[in-house]
C-alpha cells in the first residue's frame, strides 16, 4: 500500500500553461505538505495543509493555488507556468512532529 | 538564509568505512528528523528525536540530539553500498508555528564496494 501518492509522475508542457498535480495520503494524517525541491536538491515548503486549512503559505507566486477537498487529499494547480518553474515537487504528511512522509514527486518540466 | 547547516556536503568513502553527517544550527528546535533520499524518488524518514541528548540507533546508523537542542549527528558503522543517498535534517524550531519544517541542504553520501 502507498502511503502518499502523487499523480503524475512526471510533467511535461509548454510556457504558459496551466496544469495540477495530485496527492493523497492514507496515513490519517492531518497535516499536508508541498515542498519544491530545485536543481541542487534544496527542499523548500510551499504550502501546509491540516485538516483542509491552510496554515502555511510561503513566499510562493499567486500562479500556485494549493486545494484541500479533505484531508486527505490535497491538490496543487500551477497556472502560467514560467520556465522557473521547472523542478521536482513532492507533497508530503505528517502527525504533530513525528517526521513527515514524502510521495514519490512530479518532475515538472516547462519548455 | 538556511537555518540549518549540514556537512560535509559531499562524502565518498569505501565500503566497511565509518561515516559522520553534521546538521548544525544557531537555533533550538522542537524536534529534529533525518531522512535519506534515492534519485528519483522522495525523502524517506528515518528518525526523529525530541529530547537533549538523545541518542537513537538503526541497525548500523546512530543518531544524536544535542544537548540544547540546536544541532545533530548521523554516525554510520560500516557502510555499505546500500546507504548510498541524500542525507536530509529537517526541523521545526521552537518558535515557529507547528507543521513548519526548516530543510538542510544535505549530505551527498557515496559508499563505493
Known amino acids: 500500500d502507498t502511503a502518499v501518492s502523487q499523480t503524475p509522475k512526471y510533467l511535461v508542457t509548454q510556457m504558459g500553461n496551466d496544469k495540477s498535480i495530485k496527492c493523497e495520503q492514507n496515513?490519517?494524517?492531518?497535516?499536508m505538505y508541498w515542498y519544491k525541491q530545485d536543481s541542487k536538491k534544496f527542499l523548500k515548503i510551499m504550502f501546509s495543509y491540516n485538516n483542509k486549512e491552510l496554515i502555511i503559505n510561503e513566499t510562493v507566486p499567486n500562479r500556485f493555488s494549493p486545494k484541500s477537498p479533505d484531508k486527505a487529499h490535497l491538490n496543487l494547480h500551477i497556472n502560467s507556468l514560467e520556465l522557473g518553474d521547472s523542478a521536482v515537487y513532492f507533497c508530503?504528511?505528517?502527525?504533530?512532529?513525528?517526521?513527515?512522509?514524502f510521495g514519490p514527486g512530479t518532475r515538472l518540466t516547462v519548455l | 538564509t538556511q537555518l540549518l547547516e549540514q556537512s560535509p556536503q559531499f562524502l565518498s568513502i569505501q565500503e566497511g568505512e565509518n561515516l559522520t553527517v553534521y546538521c548544525n544550527s544557531s537555533s533550538v528546535f522542537s524536534s529534529l528528523q533525518w531522512y535519506r533520499q534515492e534519485p528519483g524518488e522522495g525523502p524517506v524518514l528515518l528518525v526523529t528525536?525530541?529530547?537533549?541528548?538523545e541518542v537513537k540507533k538503526l541497525k548500523r546508523l546512530t543518531f544524536q540530539f544535542g544537548d540544547a537542542r540546536k544541532d545533530s549527528s548521523l554516525h554510520i558503522t560500516a557502510a555499505q553500498p546500500g546507504d548510498t543517498g541524500l542525507y536530509l535534517c529537517?526541523?521545526?524550531?521552537?518558535?515557529?508555528?507547528?507543521?513548519?519544517?526548516?530543510f538542510g541542504a544535505g549530505t551527498q553520501v557515496v559508499v563505493t564496494p
Open positions: 529537517a526541523g521545526r524550531l521552537t518558535t515557529d508555528s507547528w507543521g513548519k519544517f526548516q
Open positions: 508530503a504528511s505528517s502527525q504533530a512532529d513525528r517526521g513527515q512522509f
Open positions: 528525536v525530541v529530547t537533549g541528548g
Open positions: 496515513l490519517g494524517h492531518d497535516t
